[in-house]
């Protein structure tokens, strides 16, 4: 095929959530039944491997999640019973501080009128009577107390506050699936990628396969998970570890039965810090997921498992945690060096893969493929410059993940193992971070603080962090007018918010009374 | 609180009922549930809307007296002022219930209860329940007759909904009033029918919803909507007035 013709190929190779979501949102903008377009539509082709079981990375995801699926064109109530998915509304970080029963959240819903006041500076002062999220976010609370984001009255992906799920990745990927291939005309090809056949310019012309010959396209996504077929097998991209800043390349996970049906479900993912790293905890309707992730350099896998199994004992008894088996799952910290090569893009673990910590493996996938459905190359020409800005985006995107986790590490206070002690030195902190860890020490982070439009942690959230961790911002010691005017708004926003809280504590369902009503009613989709 | 009993001719003998349309015996409500049954009368009086029950979420046709919560404009010193009221309204204290039962068709049977704590109750002034002989006062026969048809009033609801959002055919609504004295009411949490969906509808589409007896339905909540400004200038006067 020559590269000036008609460019309305695209192959994706694999299928796990990261084949399927990219497939679902590529499709739902490019193609569409004929009757309903006057333009010809773009083609769409998924090869999964048969042989090759999918990971299923991620069960917990941002609240970008109903978008995108809303955009994907899926029901929330067929989402919901399909994947034994639950709500969700941000992290209850665990003795993250110092280890001593110390919690802290970091809500989905950014601080009471954060668009015109930074209540943060305001609120330092009191911050021996209240936490920073319970004195500016209603939802702290709500995550406290094991509530929904909504109730059965309100339509379908709109919300009382902020929410995204926790889901079960094997059904969530065998759900998009059924709706790609039977809604939005999606070709799903069961073959193994054998060789890979290339163009003079060194594009790739065709994949070739054991069961279903060549297939050819123009675009070509690497969906394969970390073996990263194309990006990396074909192309050879090279890896970059981020194991100096952050050291977990092991987890332990595990599936954990409740004690009885009626049992709370949390309503954000628990992430319990451990002497060599943390445990996660995430409930979905049917099951808790729990693992631990840590750095096989600071730990054995017997001490871990011990610590998991601790954990597990103490929050489902000693009888549950016997009977139950931990699976164990190694990773290289890191990403490509770049993520579009020619005409090929590497989307999901092909890309890279960070330790599990605030979530950020699916919503990558869903700001890859949202940037590529809507920035699609018309023809090859173009292909480059989306390329490098793609690139460009996205290692900046991974530059901050990394900073973002790694602040998590530095603020602690623990000191009981090596683990805790080599994150606060001062050669695994990014050089990034060092800058802005000193900047806030006289200045709270607000919106400048984050220089695109479309960040993936909103200065909000280090807010959330660092006043969660206990960290302490200097007050100003010279008249600034903004002080004046926040201080004037703080009174009404902290007592509103006192309001809203109490007020939604008192209306709001439990998560798991919301999701059992779900199952039975359904949600409205007005 | 409500304290339903299984209505028995033997203790329930001297019970009454004052059928009066009161704010004291709980009439100012600001709207209630109805059934097409009662549409044609309904739409005479009221306006009707949708609005979804907190329990399940599901839509349900009501009518509106108010425009505010416990507002009833239809209420006056001399009773409810209107030659209809809906079915669900008149059921008070009353309510239909289901015991398991062998010998039925479909294994069950209708019970009558009755909520003793309801200020309607009492055993000295209204209608009686039951005659001397025990067999039941006309009243208590009419309201057994209500029970049912609201029994199937549910059921038949239950259709016309799923029949609707099938078809994309409600919509949420917000009203803005504006009284004559230029005070601002706004009417939230109601759905009505989306009337340019409505009108888009393909032939098949109309033929089922005729035959499921909904089309007729359709159109008399859309006509209701001429009872809406009766009600705003009730509520005009009321505020004129207070």
């Known amino acids: 095929m020559m590269s000036n013709q008609s460019f309305n190929r695209i192959v994706i190779v694999g299928g796990g959530t990261a084949g399927w979501l990219t497939a679902g949102l590529l499709a739902a903008e490019h193609c569409a039944p004929s009757g309903k377009r006057s333009l010809p539509s773009m083609e769409i082709i998924l090869i999964e491997s048969p042989d090759i ?69 305001q609120w330092q002062p009191f911050r ?15 995550m406290f107390e094991n509530l929904a984001p909504k109730q059965i009255s309100t339509p379908e992906y709109a919300f009382n506050v902020n929410y995204g799920y926790h889901l079960n990745a094997a059904k969530f990927a065998q759900l998009l699936t059924e709706h790609c291939t ?66 977990n390349d092991s987890a332990l996970a595990s599936q954990v039965a409740y004690r009885h049906g009626s049992d709370p479900i949390a309503s954000s993912t628990i992430s319990c810090a451990q002497p060599h790293g943390w445990v996660w905890d995430i409930g979905l309707p049917s099951r808790r997921g729990v693992g631990h992730v840590y750095s096989s350099a600071h730990a054995t896998d017997d001490q871990v498992a011990d610590s998991l199994h601790s954990y597990i004992a103490a929050t489902a008894g000693e009888e549950i945690a016997k009977s139950t088996s931990f699976r164990k799952v190694s990773f290289n910290p890191g990403h490509r060096a770049k993520f579009w090569h020619k005409n090929c893009v590497a989307i999901g673990m092909s890309a890279g893969f960070i330790e599990p910590l605030e979530a950020s493996a699916l919503v990558l996938v869903e700001l890859s493929a949202a940037m590529i459905a809507e920035q699609f190359p018309t023809n090859r020409k173009v292909m480059d410059a989306v390329a490098k800005r793609f690139n460009d985006k996205f290692l900046y995107r991974w530059s901050k993940i990394i900073e973002f986790l790694k602040l998590h590490y ?18 695994t902190i990014p050089s990034g971070l060092t800058d802005l860890l000193e900047l806030w020490r006289w200045q709270s982070p607000w919106h400048r603080d984050t220089t695109h439009v479309d960040e993936m942690f909103p200065s909000a959230s280090y807010q959330y962090v660092l006043y969660g961790m206990g960290f302490v911002t200097q007050a100003h010691t010279t008249y600034r007018k903004s002080d004046t005017e926040f201080s004037r708004h703080a009174e009404a926003l902290f007592s509103e918010n006192a309001k809203q809280t109490q007020q939604l504590v008192s209306t709001m369902p439990s998560n798991r009374e919301l999701i059992d009503k779900i199952h039975i009613h359904g949600l409205q989709s007005i | 609180m409500t304290d339903y009993k299984v209505l028995n001719k033997d203790l329930h003998s001297d019970l009454r009922v004052i059928t009066a349309r009161e704010k004291r015996y709980g009439d ?22 949708f609005c979804k029950d907190t329990e399940s979420g599901s839509f349900y046709p009501t009518a ?62 209204g209608e009686s329940l039951f005659l001397a002989d025990g067999t039941p006062s006309n009243y208590l026969t009419d309201i057994i007759g209500l029970l049912e048809s609201i029994h199937a009033g549910h059921e038949h609801n239950k259709e016309f909904v799923q029949a609707l959002v099938d078809n994309d055919l409600l919509e949420a609504f917000t009203l803005e009033v504006t009284l004559k004295d230029g005070s601002k009411n706004q009417l939230t949490g109601f759905y009505t029918i989306k009337e340019p969906k409505l009108y888009e509808l393909d032939g098949n589409t109309l033929e089922a919803l005729n035959k499921q007896g909904f089309l007729q339905a359709i159109f008399m909540a859309v006509a209701s909507h001429a009872r809406l400004r009766p009600l705003v200038e009730k509520k005009s006067a009321v505020a004129e007035s207070s």
């Open chain 1, 53 to 121: 079981s999918t990971i299923g990375v991620g069960e917990g995801t941002w609240p970008s999640m109903r978008s995108t699926l809303k955009k994907i064109g899926i029901s929330e109530t067929e989402f919901i019973t399909a994947c034994d998915a639950s709500f969700k509304q941000g992290t209850l970080f665990q003795n993250w501080k110092n280890g001593f029963d110390d919690s802290y959240t970091h809500p989905f819903t950014v601080p009471r009128g954060y668009a015109e006041t930074n209540l943060a500076m």
């Open chain 1, 128 to 142: 021996d009577k209240v936490s920073f999220a319970e004195a500016v976010s209603a939802q702290n609370r709500l």
């Open chain 1, 182 to 247: 039977k809604k939005l005309g999606v070709t799903h090809l069961m073959a193994n990628v054998v060789a890979v056949s290339s163009k003079d310019n060194g594009d790739i012309a065709s994949l070739v396969t054991d069961a279903q010959g060549d297939v050819h396209g123009d675009l070509f996504i690497d969906c394969s998970g970390t073996r990263a077929l194309l990006l990396g097998g074909h192309f050879d991209i090279p890896f970059c570890s981020k194991k100096q800043f952050l050291f």
């Open chain 1, 410 to 427: 530095v603020l602690s206070q623990r000191s009981d193992s090596d683990y805790w002690r080599d994150n606060v030195d001062t050669n």
């Open chain 2, 28 to 49: 100012n409500v600001m709207h209630a549930m109805t059934f097409p049954i009662e549409f044609r009368d309904i739409q005479s009086c009221y306006p009707i809307f």
């Open chain 2, 64 to 125: 509106l007296f108010g425009l505010e919560q416990n507002e009833n404009l239809f209420l006056t010193d001399d009773g409810w002022d209107a030659t209809y009221i809906p079915m669900s309204v008149r059921r008070h204290p009353f309510l239909i219930g289901f015991q398991a039962d062998d010998q039925q068709p479909d294994g069950r049977r209708p019970v009558v209860s009755v909520d003793m704590d309801n200020p309607r109750v009492n055993t000295s002034d």
